[in-house]
């Protein structure tokens, strides 16, 4: 860690990616307390940095302490729907987090996001890239359907401290498969499962609770684990 990074104001980017460019913006914390950490969120497969899943985590972690910086894949800035290549989205995940360590200079910084991104940031991390830990928000252990084709083969090679969140309805996790996975990771992997949640974090109506209470939950859990690793 290297203490608490300076204070620094909202920020909109253009960052370079090889021959192109990406959009990030980054937003301090929003309320009284300030935990010193910046969470870099990205999106899933079929999200951008301003769909309303991602605005939505971005406000209530930043309610609660933590900055965020939010950045389009290069194929939805360009407005594709077919998602850029691993090596592609991991260099421009890379590419994000030099241009986040260079505006703000955060005093711990979490790479992580929901779903596809959420696993770019997973193979990043298992390969040793610079970070303070990882946070997972609907992990794709496998596609909808193919449970024989899960992508766990990186998990055990993380090192840093990992939360996840995923819903016991989520057609992309199969409860008792990951935590058969769980068994062989080494790191500490702090595992959430939302009761009655599907691939979104959205619940039924007879769950008993809305969807906002369900995130509110989220984020109250990830601003006591990042005091935790901090």
């Given amino acids: 860690m290297s203490g608490r990074g300076q204070q620094v104001g909202r920020g909109e980017w253009r960052v370079a990616v090889g021959g192109e460019e990406t959009s990030a913006i980054f937003e301090p914390p929003s309320g009284e307390s300030d935990l010193g950490t910046t969470v870099v969120l ?28 939010r950045f389009n894949f290069l194929y939805k800035e360009k407005k594709s729907k077919r998602p850029d290549p691993m090596p592609r989205l991991k260099e421009t995940y890379s590419a994000v987090v030099a241009r986040v360590r260079a505006e703000i200079q955060p005093g711990s910084l979490i790479i992580g996001g929901r779903s596809m991104g959420g696993r770019a940031a997973s193979m990043l991390a298992a390969e040793g890239f610079d970070c303070d830990g990882l946070l997972l928000l609907a992990y794709p252990l496998h596609p ?6 899960l992508r766990d083969a990186h998990l055990p090679s993380i090192k840093v401290p990992v939360i996840c969140f995923n819903g016991t309805r989520d057609p992309f996790c199969t409860p008792s498969l990951m935590e058969e996975v769980l068994k062989r990771v080494k790191t500490d992997w702090e595992m959430h499962w939302v009761e009655g949640a599907d691939h979104s974090f959205h619940v039924l109506k007879s769950a008993g609770r809305t969807d906002a209470e369900v995130l ?15």
């Avoid at 909808?144 to 084709?149: R, V």
């Fill in 42 to 69: 990205a999106h899933g497969a079929g999200g951008n940095m301003n769909d309303r899943g991602v605005l939505a985590t971005a406000n209530a972690l930043r309610a609660r302490g933590v900055g965020v910086v």
């Fill in 144 to 149: 909808p359907g193919k449970p024989d084709q």
């Fill in 216 to 230: 509110a939950g989220i984020a109250d859990s990830v601003a006591v684990w990042v005091r935790k690793i901090n």
